[in-house]
């Protein structure tokens, strides 16, 4: 038996969240079945842990959108007891039972070998956040990131710090957009030169070009902030179009495209290919420096996840939590 964090919906219809003690007979087929030893959580593991957000296909269901652990058997070649293995994506923890569990049973292609010089902790300190996170950087680096300082939206956030400490480790002027002033000390520890206030940029486009500011842009907020900063990049800068934390709307004008060359980049951490993931693994483990990630974290166990779930829909989460299940 181990524990799993279970949620089960009643029959109106609402949903709820404990810890329960399960059997591996419980388990989804799989190739593989991995001990994790942490998780994490993300604003899709806040509405998977509540009220599903469409995500959810079936009930009673076990949340975690990623874990790291070990190998514990395997009817895949690629895979063997005492491998040390991280998942992300693949609508694990969604469509599928995730990393809320002491034991996870899943595919062996969604599985991705821990990179050399990360810990099973440090990679849920990464996370789906952090991996997408260089996914938009190396997305920014291929269509070249211009001179000037480059924007993180939701800097605090988790797909904000991660971007935040990676740009600066490389050597750009980073620039973090907050909604909570009181993080500026943090962004400031990770990295970033500049605090740009959420209202100073959240607001609706009156004029489709700006003054030329930044020399790219990682983006989690969406909405009127991602259409509003468009006019703002400089002349064939790109942005990266990573998350709706402020909405899914895009109430832009094409002019920037047309008149500055800017370009819009769409990341998709979910269904990445696996040797582009094997990629961005091990520039996160050469990239992010491990002290900056240490000071992203916030621990936290299986039944603090009902709160924490709570807490992420409600842009209240700072940096990362790792969920240690054991
Ligand atoms: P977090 O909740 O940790 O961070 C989001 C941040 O956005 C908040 O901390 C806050 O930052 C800011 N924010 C929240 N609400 C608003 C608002 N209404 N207007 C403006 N800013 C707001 O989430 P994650 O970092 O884990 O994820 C960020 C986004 O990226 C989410 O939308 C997520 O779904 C998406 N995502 C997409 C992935 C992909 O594959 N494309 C993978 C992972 C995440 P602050 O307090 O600093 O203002």
Redesign the pocket.
């Known amino acids: 038996m181990f524990n799993a964090l279970m949620v089960e919906k009643d029959d109106d219809g609402k949903t709820s969240a404990s810890v329960q003690q399960i059997g591996l007979d419980r388990l989804p087929e799989g190739d593989v079945t991995v001990a994790v030893e942490y998780s994490t959580v ?3 593991d ?1 509405l998977c842990i509540g009220p599903g957000g469409g995500l959810v296909r079936n009930y009673p269901h076990v949340p975690g959108i990623d874990f790291a652990g070990t190998v514990e058997a395997s009817d895949d070649p690629r895979y063997k007891a005492g491998d040390k293995v991280v998942l992300t ?1 693949w609508r694990v923890g969604e469509a599928y039972w995730g990393g809320y569990s002491q034991k996870a049973r899943v595919k062996a292609d969604w599985l991705v070998p821990l990179p050399d010089g990360l810990d099973t902790r440090q990679a849920m300190a990464v996370g ?2 952090g ?2 996170a260089m ?1 938009a950087v190396m997305a920014l680096e291929d269509h070249g990131i211009k001179d000037g300082p480059v924007l993180v ?9 991660v971007a935040t400490a990676i740009l600066a480790n490389l050597g750009h002027e980073v620039a ?5 002033p009181e ?1 500026a000390d943090y ?1 400031k520890s990770l990295g970033a030169t500049q605090i740009v206030a ?1 209202e100073e940029i ?1 607001e609706t486009v009156k004029r489709p070009l700006e003054a030329e500011i930044w020399g790219g842009c990682v983006d ?4 009127e ?1 991602l259409a509003r900063l468009l006019g703002q990049i400089k002349y064939g800068g790109s942005v990266a179009a ?6 899914a709307g895009l109430p832009a004008t094409v002019i920037p495209f047309l008149l500055r060359g800017v370009n819009l980049l769409g ?4 269904m990445q290919p696996y040797d582009n993931r094997v990629r961005a693994w091990a520039r996160i483990a050469k990239d992010l420096p491990m002290e900056k990630l240490e000071a992203m974290v916030q621990p936290a166990v299986l039944s603090d996840l009902p709160q924490l779930g709570r807490d ?1 829909l409600k ?5 990362r939590v790792v969920v240690d299940v054991n």
């Open positions: 993300n604003y899709k806040g994506g789906t956040a991996f997408t996914l939206t939701g800097a605090a956030g988790g797909v904000g710090s973090g957009v907050t909604g909570r993080t962004l959420r959240n989690a907020v969406g909405g902030m990573v998350g709706l934390a402020g909405g990341v998709d951490s979910v992420i842009g209240q989460v700072k940096g």
